[in-house]
């Protein structure tokens, strides 16, 4: 009876797709034009909600552009393995190793010369959706080798499909950061030389005059920041006509960053006829909207949950201490983590004042550190994150802003000397390390001004499996204790209410009930 519900349910509401969860189908129905707001049904099996995707009408795309032969089922097995979640109508089969896939042998070469012979868990189920020309959503953690998930397939669409006529990239890379846009370009340019592919990385605070030339002289993939991007269209220095293969990287991100307008301006010049990826660490509404607004139909991708987690292979520890004793606790763990052959490690606080003064205490105590922040010049944040990847110094001290889209390899220690504004930014400061199936270790400080932290902590070390500190918890329960008693006294400490006030003379009758 729920059964025939959902499909009742679908049916009104004019929208079909195929639901997975290993490999499971749930429904399906005609798929036809419906509102934005009609599209929230229920995934009736695991009482989970999920929203599907209303058609968007656009010019047939040609899926047949590409020459390579993808399976046409899904594989349970490694599915309900890896714990992806797949929305979507004629999925592929995952490419389960490099040598069975469906990609050209140029692709299979550049791999196998990197070393590559397993992909990751994205790379496996997002390759085959978008070589057969499907818009993607990738709901997937940072770490999870997303850059060459997205861009191998645009590899092969510009070699593959044939390019329109006229100026402009026909692959568009958005990014929130230029730290992230400038890594994906140093991957990207690896294909230049060999495959006759020009890539270009335009961001603010670099020289626009010399990025504007080179867009002008013609380039292939384009990855950019949203607000350059716009920049450049803005005065004709560029255009998207033919654009057909898009990547919004960390699409959540950006939303949060507040570049909605600028993606929504860009995405509109893009021709009707196109292929956009999307990625993203979490699914929240701004997200499903940009997806349902632009996409169509796509097929969904989830690793894990669609909820900002930690990275369950780093090993958390939290440290609760007075005020007046932080230093000495960054100094314990500094000596703790820091010995022979210590790998890199970041340390994060949370103002720029205290960037320096970490930095100075540590190269004071033997250890040599560097500090980025805001306040900094772009060649300055160039030359110490260069020092810090090449292993130069194994010390990093940074703010959130400035270590945004901050991608090194090599770090095995975080370390909070202040805890950061939510849990969210905790999650995204410690998955700095653990990347690529790594093992990490992430270290946070707390004093009693972090109570209003406490309980959110809770939760992800919870999830994650993480040995929990009886002093955390007293910390949660008292800040919870604390803010009923404020809540009980504000009550008790309003007294009347005051109403049918009337005015005489210099003072007022107050009428109380």
Known sequence: MAFNLFKNILKQRNLSLVVYSGVKQLSTAPLQKSSRHASRIYNLKNNEAILLSPKVILNEY?????????????????????????????????????????????????????????????????????????????????????????????????????????????????????????????????????????????????????????????????????????????????????????????????????????????????????????????????VQYLAKDYLGEFIQVNVGSTDLTANHNITQHVHIVEHHSKMDKFKEIMHAVSGDGFGKILVFTNTKRFVDNLELTLKRNGWPAVGIHGDKTQYQRDVIINKFRSGRTNILVATDVAARGLDVDGITHVINYDFPQTSEDYIHRIGRTGRSQNKGTSHTILTSDDGRNAKSLLAVLKEANQEIPQELEDLARDFDHTKEIQRKSKQQNRGFNFRNTRKFGNFHRKSFY
Request: proline residues 6%; charged residues 25%.
């Open 62 to 286: 040609n899926k047949h552009c590409y020459s390579t032969n993808v399976a046409p089922s899904t594989d349970e097995e490694y599915i309900n393995e890896h714990n992806i979640t797949i929305i979507g109508k004629n999925v592929p089969s995952p490419f389960r190793d490099i040598d069975t896939s469906g990609f050209p042998d140029y692709i299979k070469n550049f791999l196998k010369l990197h070393g590559i012979t397993n992909p990751t868990v994205i790379q496996s189920q997002g390759w085959p959706v978008a070589l057969e020309g499907n818009n993607f959503v990738g709901i997937a953690q940072t770490g999870t080798g997303k850059t060459l998930a997205f861009l191998l397939p645009a590899v092969v669409h510009l070699k593959e499909k044939e390019a329109k006529r006229g100026r402009g990239p026909r692959v568009l890379v958005l990014a929130p950061t230029r730290e992230l846009a400038r890594q994906i370009e140093k991957v990207a340019k690896q294909f230049e030389t060999s495959l006759n592919i020009r890539c270009l990385c335009v961001y603010g605070g670099a020289n626009r005059s010399v990025q504007a030339k080179e867009l002008r002289s013609g380039i292939d993939i384009l990855i950019a920041t949203p607000g350059r991007l716009n920049d450049f269209i803005d005065t004709k220095e560029t255009s998207l006509s033919r654009c057909t293969y898009v990547v919004l990287d960390e699409a959540d991100r950006m939303l949060d960053m507040g570049f909605e307008p600028q993606i929504r301006k860009a995405l509109e010049g893009v021709p009707l006829e196109r292929q956009i990826l999307m990625f993203s660490a979490t699914w929240p509404k701004e």
